[in-house]
């Protein structure tokens, strides 16, 4: 056979010339088919996108509105109830700053939610915030409106609810809306998987058919794309064909079968990714990202349908509201990636710590709640007995790499007892947990009504404690320290006084304390401090200063740079300062306290023992934390003549001072008889009423500008 009839008999009907054209077409339809299918994945990933940003921004912005309008609400009963009137300006205040922000958070709405937003229900809800709004403001036009008419009143919630209704129908309708969008996005993904398996009945087909054509050299790797492409069809994507040496177009076509095999793969894969965005779109809304706990919302939701039935009698739980102590610190000192770890395993102990039957949820920060029922009526026993295993929990030490973290948790309890509020009894749960947090014993505490009250006058305290530290209306006030053998005076003891305009003259056992629980304590010392510096600068330079600190202090590793950046801020020579420091202060991370006293006294300052033989006295706190001075309780040095057992203990202090080389000091001295006997037991220095209160600048100046030779004067 010549070659020109080869070439007649190959383009006239030859086998080969039908397979080429066969291969082609099978070659173009898979190149169409995985075009489509590229063009196809795009569109549902970009959809994805779309969908997840979008149902993002949406649902951070009703929960945020929801959020500003139930504080909103909650500041216009607040008003009704202020009990004066600093406390009713300063609640309408922010009562007006909420109004704007709910009002610029609607004015937003169009331009987050552009084109997507449901007309209807968004005027809907303007109707009905406007409506609202105008009650509002008429309600509360002037600081000084007193009156609160129940009908205006009345009117005012029933537009706060109409309001709440239509933002929760609007809300609804985004989610709705984004559920859409993704079943659009799953028909889409659809509509590709079909038309892939189509194409791929197709190819089957044509293999076969040229699987009858086919001789020797063509059936085994047609056989093998056949089977292959069969495979595919049923789902399988980890079919391989075997390797040809030869390059033609069975090879080409194996080529193009693993690239058809691999945009299969992705596209199922894009398939599950949406399920799991479908999924996680509906998670968003309810649970803790960090956690993986429920979240307020899934919690008040619980509540909701647990309190009221859901077509069922009511039952009766526990709410517990657990708040977690000395958690700030890990946040500061170790660093927010720490401190998540820490709630992690704090989450992870409540849901072993919680019955089957009970639900545990981050309220956002580091506080949780637990939800239990209650199977024997309104008996609170057991949900005591759960907060007590709860703390027993959280107080064992959390290990986070090199790391041994220590934290406690402060526990309040509310009985639903009847009630089908949710945000009643989390209200009652919270001010129950507040109670807890300022006990100094028991961090477990049940709601009683009376707590309402008694956390209304707190919060008042400690809104009127923030305002006069900012004011500068506690002011340092100065008591003598008197030489006890020359009778001159040697120092002053820096001591707050805080006279509140409404209040009058508050306590400092009230307010130190309120200070430390706030966190306060560190502004309120640099504080005194400085203007201590300032007062001090012109008395004479023998004449020192002391200054408490509380053990909060001692527990930051940033306070003595704070403090002896203060002293070079104000001039003020170290030498001629002195801390004092009580016995429970030393007690807990005394590595820290040793090198925090040890910096300091390596700088010049002194270090004096406050209240010794009142505390966990010891010997080895003299001796392990350098102590350069101790003074002696009042309690003993008041009962001296009276008591033999505090004039024993007394001689005894000061045989060990001298014996350990430390001065002494002998507080409480309010009369000449027992400054003489102090002086003769060998006491160092004395202070007390019998030579001086505490004063302010001008007469501390006084006092300090004495002739030497001159002796001070009993009080």
């Given at each position: 056979m010549t070659p020109a009839e080869r070439d007649h008999r190959s383009w006239a009907g030859s086998i080969h010339v039908r397979m080429t054209l066969v291969i082609f077409g099978f070659i173009a339809l898979i190149a169409s088919v995985t075009s489509i299918s590229i063009f196809g994945l795009k569109a549902v990933d970009a959809k994805m996108k779309f969908i997840e940003q979008v149902g993002l921004v949406e649902t951070h912005y009703f929960a945020g509105l929801g959020d500003k309008l139930s504080e909103m609400r909650l500041m216009e009963v607040t008003v009704h109830h202020a009990e004066n009137e600093t406390e009713r300006a300063e609640t309408l205040e922010a009562l007006a700053q909420s109004r704007e922000t709910v009002g610029l958070l609607i004015t937003q709405g169009d331009a987050i939610m552009p084109g997507r937003v449901n007309v209807e229900l968004f005027d809907r809800f303007r109707a009905a915030w406007k409506h609202y709004a105008e009650l509002h403001d008429r309600q509360f036009s002037t600081m000084n409106n007193r009156s609160h008419p129940g009908g205006v009143e009345s009117l005012i919630h029933k537009a706060y609810v109409e309001t709440e209704q239509a933002l929760d129908l609007l809300d609804e309708a985004s989610q709705n809306q984004i559920t859409r969008e993704v079943q659009d996005a799953d028909a889409l993904s659809d509509s590709i998987m079909t038309m892939m398996i189509v194409a791929s009945v197709f190819a089957t087909g044509a293999a076969l058919l040229l699987y009858g054509r086919a001789r020797k050299n063509l059936f085994t790797p047609l056989r093998e794309i056949t089977e292959a492409l069969t495979a595919l069809a049923q789902g399988r994507t980890d079919v391989e064909l075997s390797h040809r040496q030869a390059r033609d177009e069975i090879a080409d076509l194996a080529s193009a079968f693993r690239i058809f095999r691999a945009n299969l793969a992705e596209l199922e894969h894009a398939h599950s990714a949406a399920k799991l965005a479908r999924k996680a779109a509906e998670a968003m809304a309810h649970q803790d990202p960090l956690t993986n706990l429920p979240n307020r919302r899934a919690l008040a939701a619980k509540l909701r349908a647990f309190l009221q039935g859901d077509g069922e009698p009511a039952k009766v739980c526990a709410l517990l509201i657990v708040d977690?102590?000395?958690?700030?610190?890990?946040?500061?000192?170790?660093?927010?990636?720490?401190?998540?770890?820490?709630?992690?395993?704090?989450?992870?102990?409540?849901?072993?710590?919680?019955?089957?039957?009970?639900?545990?949820?981050?309220?956002?920060?580091?506080?949780?709640?637990?939800?239990?029922?209650?199977?024997?009526?309104?008996?609170?026993?057991?949900?005591?007995?759960?907060?007590?295993?709860?703390?027993?929990?959280?107080?064992?030490?959390?290990?986070?790499?090199?790391?041994?973290?220590?934290?406690?948790?402060?526990?309040?309890?509310?009985?639903?007892?009847?009630?089908?509020?949710?945000?009643?009894?989390?209200?009652?749960?919270?001010?129950?947990?507040?109670?807890?947090?300022?006990?100094?014993?028991?961090?477990?505490?049940?709601?009683?009504?009376?707590?309402?009250?008694?956390?209304?006058?707190?919060?008042?305290?400690?809104?009127?404690?923030?305002?006069?530290?900012?004011?500068?209306?506690?002011?340092?006030?100065?008591?003598?320290?008197?030489?006890?053998?020359?009778?001159?005076?040697?120092?002053f003891e820096i001591l707050a006084r805080w006279r509140d305009p409404q209040l009058g003259q508050i306590s400092p056992e009230i307010f130190i304390p309120l200070a430390e629980q706030q966190g306060l304590i560190f502004d309120l010392s640099m504080a005194m401090l400085a203007q201590a510096c300032r007062d001090a600068a012109d008395w004479p330079e023998d004449i020192g200063l002391s200054i408490n600190v509380s053990p909060v202090q001692l527990r930051d590793r940033r306070f003595p740079e704070d403090l002896l950046a203060s002293l070079r801020a104000h001039g003020f020579p170290p030498q001629r300062l002195e801390i004092e420091i009580t016995e429970t202060a030393l007690i807990g991370d005394v590595d820290l306290v040793r090198d925090i006293l040890v910096r300091l006294r390596a700088a010049g300052l002194k270090v004096s023992l406050d209240d010794f033989g009142m505390g966990f006295s010891s010997l080895n706190h003299l001796r392990q934390f350098k102590i350069d001075k101790v003074k002696i309780d009042k309690?003993?040095?008041?009962?001296?003549?009276?008591?033999?057992?505090?004039?024993?203990?007394?001689?005894?202090?000061?045989?060990?001072?001298?014996?350990?080389?430390?001065?002494?000091?002998?507080?409480?001295?309010?009369?000449?008889?027992?400054?003489?006997?102090?002086?003769?037991?060998?006491?160092?220095?004395?202070?007390?009423?019998?030579?001086?209160?505490?004063?302010?600048?001008?007469?501390?100046?006084?006092?300090?500008?004495?002739p030497a030779g001159q002796a001070v004067a009993a009080a």
């Open positions: 977690l102590d000395r958690f700030k610190p890990v946040n500061d000192l170790l660093g927010h990636m720490v401190g998540d770890l820490v709630l992690c395993e704090v989450a992870k102990r409540l849901e072993e710590a919680v019955v089957h039957g009970g639900l545990v949820a981050r309220l956002g920060g580091d506080e949780f709640a637990a939800v239990m029922p209650l199977a024997d009526g309104c008996d609170p026993q057991p949900a005591r007995d759960l907060a007590k295993r709860i703390r027993d929990s959280l107080r064992a030490p959390i290990a986070v790499g090199d790391h041994r973290i220590e934290i406690d948790a402060s526990i309040g309890i509310a009985v639903s007892d009847g009630a089908s509020d949710p945000a009643g009894l989390l209200s009652a749960a919270d001010i129950a947990m507040y109670s807890a947090k300022r006990s100094d014993q028991d961090r477990i505490c049940l709601f009683k009504p009376e707590m309402e009250g008694a956390l209304r006058r707190r919060v008042g305290l400690e809104k009127a404690l923030r305002r006069a530290l900012k004011a500068g209306e506690i002011t340092p006030h100065y008591q003598p320290i008197v030489d006890l053998g020359a009778r001159r005076i040697r120092g309690s003993f040095t008041k009962t001296i003549f009276e008591d033999p057992e505090s004039a024993l203990i007394v001689r005894s202090v000061l045989h060990l001072a001298h014996g350990l080389n430390l001065m002494t000091v002998a507080e409480g001295v309010e009369d000449e008889r027992t400054a003489d006997m102090m002086s003769l037991m060998g006491c160092d220095f004395g202070q007390g009423y019998h030579f001086g209160k505490a004063v302010p600048a001008a007469e501390a100046a006084a006092l300090a500008a004495r």
